[in-house]
């Protein structure tokens, strides 16, 4: 059997027929119209549509319809917490995040009150509430976002100490920060939500970073004495205060005794004077024996002997009576 020759010469494409090419033609466009009509919204985005480049209208979460070719779709996540970091950039965040090790000393390095420098890291969470204004309102939002962070953050920097802004000022940074942001965002219309600031790190330039310690070291040892010195002053001056007091007390509790005491001598003076007055021989043998009475009861053991009589001295004990009268 002879085998077949191809002439390439009169090799011509099958025949195929006009309606054939239109009906695959129409299938082809009618499967492109349909795959660009539906769409779908995930949970935490809203989808707004574009007419020919203009606004139409917002569709929320789940499957959605558009015309092809003449509106299109831009996905906002409206209920996802975005943020923007500055000072510094994640690279892969984790157990053990990476951080870039670029320079970003151009917008985390800052002026304080005090004239001196610092270095600041701070992190703004915020959300999308407004899709219409996040989208038409403002050319470029999220760098709008970045201008304003830096902005306030500058200002706010600059209104406090270096070592207010490393210790005990982050707290009140962080709400000023959020309030002022939060206003000019609104002002602006840019569609933003500001949920939080955070300062991540404050630490003076690596380049002055040495000399701050030392400086800071210095405070530190200045405080301890004055608190040092404080605790001898409280030790030490309300007890001579209290002593003072006391003494005082005493004096005028003495002062009040020796006048009552005089007041009370010099009316019983004039009792007796009037009494004397009365019977001058009988006053004067009562307060005779009032007083020997008064001084007899101190004198202790008494002997009463006849002036005559002799060598009874060694009958005497002497020093039970001294005893008695010590």
């Keep these: 059997m002879a085998q077949q020759q191809f002439d390439l010469n009169n090799l011509r494409p099958p025949n195929v027929s006009g309606k054939a090419v239109r ?14 009509t539906w769409f779908t919204i995930s949970p935490e ?3 707004v549509i574009l007419q020919f480049g203009k606004y139409s209208r917002t569709v929320e979460p789940g499957l959605n319809f558009k015309l092809p070719w003449i509106e299109s779709v831009t996905k906002v996540p409206v209920k996802r917490q975005l943020k923007e970091e500055f000072g510094f950039k994640t ?3 984790g157990v053990r995040t990476t951080y870039s090790r670029g320079n970003y000393k151009d917008e985390s390095l800052m002026l304080t009150g005090d004239l001196n420098a ?5 992190i703004v969470q915020y959300r999308i509430s407004d899709p219409y204004k996040f989208l038409f309102k403002v050319r470029n939002p999220i760098q709008t976002l970045r201008d304003v962070a830096e902005s306030v953050m500058r200002e706010v920097v600059g209104d406090r100490t270096v070592n207010e802004i490393i210790t005990v000022g982050r707290q009140d940074i962080e709400i000023t920060v959020l309030e002022m942001m939060s206003e000019t965002m609104t002002n602006y219309e840019t569609g933003i939500k500001m949920d939080q600031v955070i300062l991540q790190d404050v630490n003076p330039p690596d ?6 310690n030392e400086v800071n070291q210095a405070e530190q040892e200045k405080e301890k004495l004055i608190n040092q010195a404080r605790s001898e002053y409280n ?7 209290g002593e003072a007091e006391q003494k005082i007390e005493e004096a ?5 005794e020796r006048v009552n005491n005089a007041e009370g001598e010099a009316k019983r003076f004039n009792a007796l004077y009037k009494e004397y007055i009365k019977a001058p021989e ?18 202790g053991k008494k002997l009463v002997t006849d002036d005559k009589a002799s060598g009874i001295l060694p009958l005497f004990n002497f020093e039970e009576g001294f005893k008695n009268a010590k």
């Excluded at 009988?282 to 004198?299: A, F, G, K, W």
């Design 207 to 212: 380049e002055v970073k040495a000399s701050f």
């Design 118 to 122: 610092a270095q600041v890291e701070w």
């Design 252 to 256: 005028k509790g003495y002062a009040l």
């Design 45 to 47: 985005e809203v989808g």
């Design 91 to 93: 690279v892969e965040a």
């Design 235 to 241: 030790k030490v001056i309300p007890k001579a205060r």
């Design 282 to 299: 009988v006053t004067r043998q009562r307060l005779y024996l009032e007083t020997m009475n008064d001084i007899l009861s101190r004198v």
């Design 23 to 36: 009906f695959f033609v129409i299938i082809f466009i009618l499967a492109a119209f349909l795959w660009s």
